[in-house]
Nanobody, 124 residues
Framework: QAQLVESGGGLVQAGGSLRLSCAAS????????MGWFRQAPGKEREFVAA????????YYADSVKGRFTISRDNAKNTVDLQMNSLKPEDTAVYYC?????????????????WGQGTQVTVSS
């Protein structure tokens, strides 16, 4: 069983950058594909980015492609989300999630474990 803890959220002006990190417990981190999702007030949780077990494959939502970068360090059991050129519409609670099947899933139902989330607020 994986336990996930996000960090790195905060308040930033539009055009700025933030780096989110997700720390995973357990010795099976390499068995999971990892994803980032976000949920804005009054909206459904949506896919942001995913990375394969080895880190060799990545997939992004169109809304963040070219601005966000997902990466992982299997030696440290962490997955990061570098967010650049932030926009007010990026404001949301960001969640990391683990997918035991190893697929780069975009649906919430494909993920087995979730963190508690970290708030990102982008001011205009």
């Amino acid at each position: 069983q994986a336990q996930l803890v996000e960090s790195g959220g905060g308040l930033v002006q539009a055009g700025g950058s933030l780096r989110l990190s997700c720390a995973a417990s357990g010795r099976t981190f390499m068995r999971y594909a990892m994803g980032w999702f976000r949920q804005a007030p009054g909206k459904e949780r949506e896919f942001v980015a995913a990375i394969s077990r080895s880190g060799g494959r990545r997939y992004y939502a169109d809304s963040v492609k070219g601005r966000f970068t997902i990466s992982r360090d299997n030696a440290k059991n962490t997955v990061d989300l570098q967010m650049n050129s932030l926009k007010p519409e990026d404001t949301a609670v960001y969640y990391c999630a683990a997918d035991f099947t190893g697929d780069l899933g975009v649906r919430l139902s494909e993920y087995d474990y979730w963190g508690q989330g970290t708030q990102v607020t982008v001011s205009s």
